[in-house]
């Protein structure tokens, strides 16, 4: 009876331990094929890893059909916002991959959006925002009141560009001022390669000035004027999906101790100031709350 009980104990174990790693891993051999993925890109863009592993997931699957891009987001670093780009290139070629703008979707966030299938948001969207900006904070003075002094001990003229205790020079403006430039014209290729548009089309309108979605449709910036539904319709047809489709939600990323004590928004300034330099140079939409300075 014992011996009996212990085959029996072990072989629920063994079940219990096969169902609990296939809910929680990629496979899922019940599912049928009406699935849409959904990926929600909200605040700025910054570490990107769940995104793209979301997206690859998705890509890979054969039972999602097609993928909506949840976009709420005023931009955020160059890198992360061109290894999203790639990788939504990289999945429209083998399935629809369409984009949905919320309230806000400029700059990077615009950017990411460019090489959907299609692109959807409301009248009301801010969105555009094509170019790139950096902030350099000045605390000279600040130090000098406080008393504080900085010593820097430096292997090249421009290894402390952005140094907060002095005033940056001429050519340290001019150097980032090349840098800047040479981000914006990535960032105008890009849209132009996404959009299927000339790059002549695109530069008048990529100096930086926000658009709401009724002018960016006029200027072909985005496909359609529509909510998160009317995407979900139109993902529905291109993935040619018969009946109810099921909506996947890609898992969220745990947020950090600093993110519940602070909130997103505040947080992730934060973190972006600590990156030095890197962290200043930004597809992003400024905001006043957060602007140093003369702009």
Known sequence: MRRKLFWIVVIVSVFLGVMGWLGSSDFDFMASP??????????SIT?????????????KDPNTKAIILRIESPGGGIAPSQELYREIRRTRAEKPILASMGAVAASGGYYIAAPASRIFASPGTITGSIGVI???????????????????????????????????????????????????????RDV?????????????????????????????????LGNFEDAVLAATALGGI???????????????????????????????????PEGYLQYELPSPSWTLGDR
């Open 34 to 43: 009406n699935r849409i993925g959904v990926i929600e890109v909200r605040g």
């Open 47 to 59: 570490n990107v890893r769940s995104h793209l592993s979301a997206l690859k997931r998705f890509r």
């Open 134 to 188: 950096s902030h350099f904070p000045n605390l000279r003075e600040l130090f000098q009141k406080i008393g504080v002094q900085t010593v820097t001990i430096k292997s090249g003229s421009f290894k402390d560009v952005g140094n907060p205790g002095r005033e940056m020079t001429t050519e340290e403006k001019d150097l980032l001022q090349e840098t800047l430039d040479q981000a914006h014209q990535q960032f105008v």
């Open 192 to 224: 132009a390669e996404g959009r299927s548009m000339p790059e002549e089309r695109v530069r008048p309108i990529a100096d930086g000035r926000i658009l709401m979605g009724e002018t960016a449709l006029a200027l072909g910036l985005i496909d359609e």
């Open 242 to 276: 018969e009946g109810e489709p099921r909506l996947v939600h890609a898992k969220k990323e745990q947020r950090s101790f600093l993110d519940l004590l602070m909130g997103d928004e505040v947080s992730e300034k934060i973190a972006s100031w600590l990156k030095g």
